[in-house]
């Protein structure tokens, strides 16, 4: 057996899904694949289009074999532990092989340059990273400047001058950022997962264009967000996936967007103090008087963001910091977390008759509990009944974006089973 690990989102499962699937197992040469998909909310701070359950279908019908949830803690975080949760999750399962990941560069080479001086984070580089932030500039851009910087005065990695010219162009593309995340991950935790990558194809990850066979995440979000015609997206989704989302539509429990929180985050904030709202992760330098501000003055999330944003705050770490106040995640909670090793369980959300393959192998070389129904597990420390009392918080919430009422009315994590097909 030879099991290939994916980070995915499948927000919603599209063509270029499909592509990286598809091509990640000729690449690896894979018997088997396993994905640790986010849950409801997501890595850029907003709601997942349909719910896990149901995305995590569209994967399995498209050729995955299992698929696990990424503990909601990593799955709205900053890239680094979105990676870390990511990556230590299948390190835990004991029998992945591989992981292959998208980037818009598609080779591994500088990847593993750049993974290698963000870990070991060399004194000469943190010099030059903290005089960029001290310039203004957002952490993303800082640690650009100062990675070519510090690689062009260090001359132990042998770089040519194109090479720091491509790194810069690296590091301004968030697939790559990722990529260069998860490999930090795997150099940290000594994982015997060995890394690859394939270039993106088409459509770049922002793009909002439908034309052709393959068109961005963003790209369908934004035209279901437009309410134009579902048919259009046939044609950049495999059939299976199309369906799935068009029930789920006709159903009411999707699409969801972010504005269907927006009055509940706007009365979170506006009842925050100043003190309460520092407490929240990735909020620091005072920006809690920013949002409280803005908070205080604007009616709507898309004001907010625009009232706060800088160069030094980006759109994209305003959104988290939103969805961490929505779902009451505290800076202390994904310290300790981060701290005692990361997930604390493996939760499957759907498999195939290969994905229980994957499975039973697993009961014998997890380092992690396996959880198959929430009724039937029981914690085996603190740490791991506060995460999963936020994974089911989280479910809870994104619940009240539902209709109709019965998808409100209960908790779903316990009366929905992982999904399973026979193939």
């Given at each position: 057996m030879k099991v290939l690990g994916l980070i995915t989102e499948?927000?919603?499962?599209?063509?270029?899904?499909?592509?990286?699937?598809?091509?990640?197992?000729?690449?690896?040469?894979?018997?088997?694949?396993?994905?640790?998909?986010?849950?409801?909310?997501?890595?850029?701070?907003?709601?997942?289009?349909?719910h896990k359950w149901e995305r995590a279908k569209m994967a399995i019908q498209s050729g995955v074999d299992l698929v696990v949830e990424l503990p909601t803690p990593?799955?709205?975080?900053?890239?680094?532990?979105?990676?870390?949760?990511?990556?230590?999750?299948?390190?835990?399962?004991?029998?992945?092989?591989?992981?292959?990941?998208?980037?818009?560069?598609?080779?591994?080479?500088?990847?593993?340059?750049?993974?290698?001086?963000?870990?070991?984070?060399?004194?000469?580089?943190?010099?030059?990273?903290?005089?960029?932030?001290?310039?203004?500039?957002?952490?993303?851009?800082?640690?650009?400047k100062a990675l070519v910087d510090y690689?062009?005065?260090?001359?132990?990695?042998?770089?040519?001058?194109?090479?720091?010219?491509?790194?810069?162009t690296i590091m301004n593309s968030p697939n790559n950022i990722l990529a260069i995340e998860y490999m930090k991950v795997l150099k940290k935790l000594n994982s015997p997962i060995l890394p690859y990558t394939i270039p993106r194809v088409q459509a770049a990850y922002h793009s909002t264009d439908l034309n052709g066979r393959i068109a961005s995440a963003t790209a369908i979000r934004e035209h279901l967000?437009?309410?134009?015609?579902?048919?259009?997206?046939?044609?950049?989704?495999?059939?299976?996936?199309?369906?799935?989302l068009k029930k789920g539509i006709e159903g009411k429990i999707a699409p969801i967007f972010k504005e269907d929180f927006e009055k509940t985050i706007l009365t979170l904030l506006r009842r925050e103090s100043k003190e309460g709202l520092s407490l929240y992760f990735d909020i620091t330098e005072g920006l809690e008087n920013k949002i409280l501000q803005c908070s205080n003055s604007c009616n709507s999330l898309t004001e907010l963001y625009h009232c706060v944003k800088s160069k030094r705050?980006?759109?994209?770490?305003?959104?988290?910091?939103?969805?961490?106040?929505?779902?009451?995640?505290?800076?202390?909670?994904?310290?300790?977390?981060?701290?005692?090793?990361?997930?604390?369980?493996?939760?499957?959300?759907?498999?195939?008759?290969k994905g229980r393959e994957i499975l039973k192998k697993c009961k014998s070389k997890s380092t992690i509990p396996i959880i198959n129904k929430i009724n039937q597990y029981h914690p085996q420390n603190e740490l791991a009944k506060k995460m999963l009392a936020t994974d089911i918080?989280?479910?809870?919430?994104?619940?009240?974006?539902?209709?109709?009422?019965?998808?409100?009315?209960?908790?779903?994590?316990?009366?929905?089973?992982?999904y399973y097909e026979e193939i």
């Open positions: 499948y927000n919603p499962f599209h063509n270029g899904h499909l592509h990286h699937l598809n091509e990640s197992k000729v690449l690896t040469g894979c018997t088997h694949t396993v994905a640790v998909m986010s849950g409801n909310f997501l890595q850029r701070g907003e709601p997942a289009l349909i990593y799955a709205c975080a900053t890239a680094e532990l979105f990676a870390f949760g990511s990556v230590s999750l299948l390190h835990s399962m004991g029998v992945v092989n591989s992981l292959c990941f998208g980037s818009e560069y598609g080779k591994i080479l500088l990847l593993e340059v750049i993974a290698e001086v963000l870990l070991l984070s060399p004194t000469e580089f943190k010099i030059l990273l903290k005089g960029y932030l001290k310039e203004g500039l957002s952490f993303p851009s800082a640690r650009s690689l062009t005065i260090d001359t132990c990695f042998k770089l040519k001058s194109s090479d720091l010219q491509t790194i810069e967000h437009n309410k134009k015609d579902l048919k259009e997206l046939k044609n950049v989704m495999p059939p299976s996936s199309f369906r799935i705050y980006t759109l994209t770490r305003l959104q988290r910091i939103c969805m961490h106040v929505l779902l009451n995640l505290k800076k202390t909670d994904i310290i300790d977390f981060t701290l005692h090793g990361g997930p604390q369980y493996l939760r499957i959300l759907a498999l195939n008759n918080r989280a479910t809870n919430l994104y619940a009240l974006a539902m209709n109709p009422d019965d998808y409100a009315a209960g908790p779903l994590d316990f009366y929905i089973s992982p």
